[in-house]
């Protein structure tokens, strides 16, 4: 088992090259085929939980159920806490095992979101947990977090500044991506990850992966993102299965649920995979492992 911890696994990553695939989970099925698929891939994986979903299960639990899916396999799996712009919910992450939270400021105005998540780096960092930090506002709503409107943004300059005197570990900008589907081709921003490169070490994150081309990713992971966000895509295979499974059901008068749920490991599984092969993780489990403290 290696319960790696986040920030170790995107920082290997930016050095050799590829993006960690940073996968949200909504139960312990999906959780337990997104590491079966980096397992069979011999791919890091970092599993990600919305606020939404550690309500539904409880943060003990959901804790337990990582673990125990961690120390079945061999590649490096660290637990992540995406989009939380509640401090009271992050020190409960902290306090229950996860190795790297989301602090998401951007609905604060700037020096507010400055002190607050200073202050959260300086909790976190405290018990060895890592912190992504995002101040700007990337359209779409996300498991009942964000908005659909832009609102704050700033310049490559201002994001380097927050992040350097923060702490932060991993910085997460508009990079003209949204949570979501696409309802029209996005402008993607790939220049900018160059110049906040050229400003600071701190690996830079892709959010709204779900709906980018290979090519996208290609040209983004090579400018330097290390850590992909794929949410909207594991919610469709997962609910697309289902739906198909219990179409067959009616047709057919046979009610299984196992059975369901080994359609939906399947396709969860075979989406992870590719997505695993698309971000160049793929065979990167001992390159991950080598810079990994557990």
């Known amino acids: 088992m290696t319960i790696a911890k986040t920030v170790d ?11 960690v695939p940073a996968v949200n989970i909504v139960d312990d099925l999906s959780l337990r085929a997104v590491v079966a698929a980096a397992e069979e891939a011999q791919s890091p994986v970092i599993i990600q939980t919305s606020v939404k979903t550690v309500k539904s299960i409880g943060a003990p639990l959901l804790s337990s159920i990582f673990s125990f899916a ?22 409960l992450a902290i306090e229950n095992g996860w190795s790297s939270v989301l602090f998401d400021a951007s609905d604060r105005e700037l020096e ?14 405290a018990k060895g947990v890592g912190v992504e930090c995002e101040i700007e506002n990337i359209v779409g709503v996300e498991d009942g977090v964000g908005s659909d409107e832009p609102g704050h943004a700033y310049s490559s300059e201002q994001l380097v500044e927050v992040v350097t005197t923060t702490g932060a570990d991993l910085l997460a900008p508009q990079l003209g991506t949204a949570h979501g589907l696409y309802k029209a081709s996005p402008v993607l921003l790939f220049d900018r ?58 047709t057919k008068g046979k009610w299984e649920p196992v059975k369901m749920f080994d359609d939906i490991t399947a396709a969860v599984k075979t989406t992870v995979r590719e997505h695993m092969d698309q971000l160049g993780s793929t065979g990167k489990a001992a390159v991950s492992a080598s810079g990994v403290s557990a």
């Open 9 to 19: 696994l995107v920082v290997a990553a930016k050095e050799a090259g590829y993006a």
């Open 112 to 125: 507010q979101a400055w002190q607050e998540t200073k202050e959260v780096v300086a909790e976190a960092h």
């Open 70 to 91: 961690a120390d079945a396999v061999s590649v490096p799996v660290s637990l992540h806490l995406d989009h939380c712009p509640d401090r009271s919910f992050i020190t």
């Open 193 to 250: 990850v160059t110049e906040l490169g050229k400003l600071s070490p701190v690996p830079v994150v892709l959010h709204g992966g779900t709906g980018l081309t290979d090519d996208d990713f290609r040209r983004f992971i090579a400018n330097g993102v290390a850590k992909v966000n794929l949410s909207t895509t594991l919610k469709l295979t997962y609910m697309r299965a289902a739906q198909a499974h219990i179409a067959e059901a009616e």
